[in-house]
């Protein structure tokens, strides 16, 4: 797995990504294959219980040096328990600087595919907000839902996700009408870097539900002519997301003469040292890890002034 890993953190702006396909109560579901760790069987360590925990935490176990939190996937999708909890798999994951293990029935393969092949899930059908598929992937005349881990934990632990009291920690601001862009795939978290640019004293905000749909609109701004920064003078993105990633969009950026003076922010749960090495490759400006919001409004104030 960890070379499976590298192979990926060597590539830049391809666009592609790889998707561990794994199975709960015979149902398929995906995960980024740059979030996992590891797999391994449930029954190889023992899980101690933890009074008083969220229902869908299992315990906690430690593999190596560190605790992790083991959380039972199919409980929390309110999916029938395992007919061979045995044999039963670990999925070890590493995003928002955090270590938790997810209990899944069974690991299938390992796809290579291209984020132009991820279709955005219907909101009103997968629940928009509520909703745990970011993305639905076809392999061979069936459908894989790509799960929003993420929101999982912070359903479970809130204090894990954006929190506007870090913007309140930075004093009364004055209001700027420039133009900021986001690009971000998740309904919530887009609304919660609404709110916090907002509270920030950024009233202009163009949001994108994907890198294309930023992309393209850049391409519109470069057409209609004029200074850059009339039209946008930050561009904040996710690297997950369907159509296009966030590495595939910073590479466009940079790749045009017009755009290429942006700065770019990466605000994604996965960065980590390798990820960080990506993200300087392609040229990004800037790289926060979720769920830093008061890193991330800082940073932006120094892109714009």
């Not at 986001?182 to 994108?208: H, V």
């Not at 996710?238 to 296009?244: S, T, V």
């Amino acid at each position: 797995m960890a070379e499976k890993k590298k192979e990926i953190l060597l590539e830049s702006g391809t666009n592609e990504f790889e998707v561990m396909e794994f199975t709960i109560a015979g149902r398929r579901f995906g995960i980024n294959v740059a979030k996992v760790i590891e797999i391994m069987g449930l029954g190889l360590y023992e899980i101690t219980p933890m009074p008083n925990s969220n229902p869908f935490v299992e315990g906690v176990f430690k593999p190596r040096e560190e605790i992790m939190t083991v959380i039972n996937l199919g409980a929390y999708m309110g999916l029938a328990p395992s007919t061979n909890p045995e044999k039963d798999i670990l999925i070890i994951t590493s995003f928002n600087k955090m270590h938790t293990a997810f209990h899944v029935h069974t690991v299938e393969a390992i796809h290579r595919i291209s984020w132009t092949d991820i279709e955005k899930p219907d909101p009103i059908i997968y629940g928009g907000e509520e909703g745990l598929a970011t993305g639905i992937a076809r392999f061979d005349n069936r459908l894989i839902m790509i799960i929003d881990f993420e929101k999982i934990i912070v359903d479970i632990n809130p204090r894990t996700g954006i929190q506007l009291e870090e913007v309140d920690k930075l004093g009364a601001r004055p209001i700027s009408g420039k133009p900021v862009m986001i690009a971000e795939d998740s309904p919530l978290l887009e609304r919660m870097l609404i709110e916090a640019l907002e509270k920030s004293g950024y009233s202009n905000l163009i949001c994108c539900s994907n890198g294309k749909e930023a992309y393209d609109k850049l391409t519109a701004f470069k057409e209609m002519g004029g200074p850059l920064e009339s039209h946008v003078s930050c561009l904040i993105t996710d690297i997950e997301m369907p159509q296009m990633d966030g590495h595939r969009l910073v590479k466009l950026v940079r790749e045009d003469n017009y755009l290429k003076r942006l700065p770019v922010v990466i605000f994604s749960s996965l960065i980590d040292p390798e990820m960080m090495r990506k993200g300087e490759q392609i040229g990004a400006t800037a790289q926060i890890s979720k769920p830093e919001i008061g890193k991330l409004v800082g940073i932006v104030d120094q892109c714009i002034l």
